[in-house]
């Protein structure tokens, strides 16, 4: 008997001791072991619960109680693994940073924190097991940021082999919205194995075909993370995909099933669900910027310096030139040299109360002094136009979307290496 068995083991005989359970209970009440942890019947149920809503809110079609407890079973599992891996490597949040990102989540919905919590009440969450899933998510968006993200990069060549061979820059992109079903392979899987694998996503496709329900069957069979969303991958890009689906995707007409598509991970079959165009022209504005920066210090505190950045606009107001009082006055000694020039800076380049400040003014007026944590300044805008950005902006979009491509990629075998490596003892009669 192998150390997890043997620990299996011991963890039911354990069990058993609790008081508040009789041995039948217990028993009972464990739908699988993970490693050195249960998953009980009341979790599984809570997540089964969570998971019944949002397809019935989504209105569609719900699967069979048993393959929904089974596929929600199996995502915990992973959940599981994933969280006693960031045990292991001392991944924790902090309060602060949990309340931080609660706080982002409530401003990107254009609420306040409380604003948020509230409407999580009338949607019937717990903004306690709101908090609890989010830091769960940010430890493990931390543990596979250590795990995958140190070990994929992008390289300028592939950047630019992208764009000489999947089209030239400010030409239409095509979106493709894409439905996904994995019939997934261990690791070291056997040709038995392989061939059986294959022949059931064969069948499917087959049924997908003839007519079946894409959604019921992915939230059925497949094994891929969003199988209960019914396998679907959302709108992307050719650059956002696998580099697996690529070419699938650029002959599949809508409504068009592909055929079964193998991958280290296993067969993938996917379909085109929608297709639409995609502008790729983009400029930004860029100004042209000087400025005098009066820094605190022991000596000069807040309204000292503000007095000083006053001092000073009166000055240029009185017909002293800025450039020459910015080379004896102004504390950031890297622009002072250039007459306070920052030159060309493009939007979102400086910091927010600078940039809005400069946003606000015309060209050659003189701003107010304005406070930051560097000091205050007294800014002044000399140009500012609209500039073509196509060519960096798509380079820059391919770099990130080759990079999210390779980290899907490299996440996906992760976790089915670390599921298949893994003691996990399900009670198959009770699932």
Known sequence: MTFKKKFALALLCSALLFPVFTSAEVLDNIVAIVEDDVILENELQKEVSLIEQRIAASKSPMPPLSILRRQVLERMIIDKLQRQLAEKAGINVSEDTLNSSASDIARRNNMNLEEFRVELGKQGINYA?????????????????????????????????????????????????????????????????????????????????????FTQLAMSESNDGNALKGGDLGWRTLRDMPTLFVNEAGRLRQGDISEPLRSPSG????????IKGLSENHT?????????????NELVDDAEASKRAWVL??????GDD???????????KGSAIKGGSLDWVESGALVKPFEDAMTKLKINEISDPVQTQFGWHLIQVLDRENRDNSAEFKKNQVRDAIRKRKIEEETELWMRKLRDEAFVEIYSNRI
Do not use: C, W
């Open 129 to 213: 097991a709101f908090l609890e899933n989010l830091k769960n998510e940010i430890i493990v968006n931390e543990l596979r940021g250590r795990e995958i993200g140190g070990r994929v990069k992008v390289t300028d060549r592939e950047v630019e082999h992208y764009l000489e061979t999947q089209g030239k820059v400010g030409e239409d992109l095509a979106q493709y919205h894409l439905g996904h079903i994995l019939i997934a392979l261990p690791e070291g899987a056997s040709s038995a194995a392989i061939q059986k694998a294959q022949e059931k996503a064969n069948d499917l496709v087959k049924k997908l075909r003839s007519g079946q329900d």
């Open 267 to 274: 067969f993938h079959i996917i379909k085109m669900l929608e």
């Open 284 to 296: 930004i504005v860029k100004t042209k910027v000087r400025h005098i920066l009066i820094k605190t």
């Open 313 to 318: 606009k009166e000055r240029i107001a009185s």
């Open 322 to 332: 800025f450039a020459t009082l910015a080379r004896a006055n102004s504390d950031d």
